[in-house]
């Protein structure tokens, strides 16, 4: 660790101005907002939150936005097998017209307002598993 002890940490932190810990505390509250709204699925969320949040937590390093997108978008096609195109769009934070191409990295077409992925490993539906073969992942989707 960075400290020996946690003496050594906090004779340093009182040494800190007020307002430079008070931006940090916000700073992190606001990062745990955000990882939390993302690791829940509530994808609509994430993108109001960070809308209001991105001055506070520094901006997006480049390309930020495209690389949750894309991790959204895998989200989906490991979920489900199909969803609203609406709903899908609402996830992403794009317009709908543009989900055909942000999804053809997944193999998904776009018709008929809605999203559909080709069945894989974890969105096929299939026969119920035994429960010593059950990931986290599945548990996590029944809960949601």
Known sequence: TLFRSSSDFDALYVQLPPNFTSTITEQIAA???????????????FWSSWEAKKALVGGAAPKFEEAVRSTIAQQLSRCVV???????????NVP??????ILAAYQ?????GKVTFPHNETNNGGPAKKAGSVSLEQLVKLQQ
Do not use: Y
Request: proline share 3%; with cysteine; net charge negative.
């Open 31 to 45: 990062l745990c907002e955000l990882d939390s709204a993302l690791h829940s699925a509530q994808f609509p969320l």
């Open 108 to 112: 998904a077409t776009v018709a008929g």
């Open 96 to 101: 709908a017209k543009e989900l055909s191409k």
């Open 82 to 92: 199909s969803v609203a195109d609406k709903d899908a769009a609402e996830a992403l």
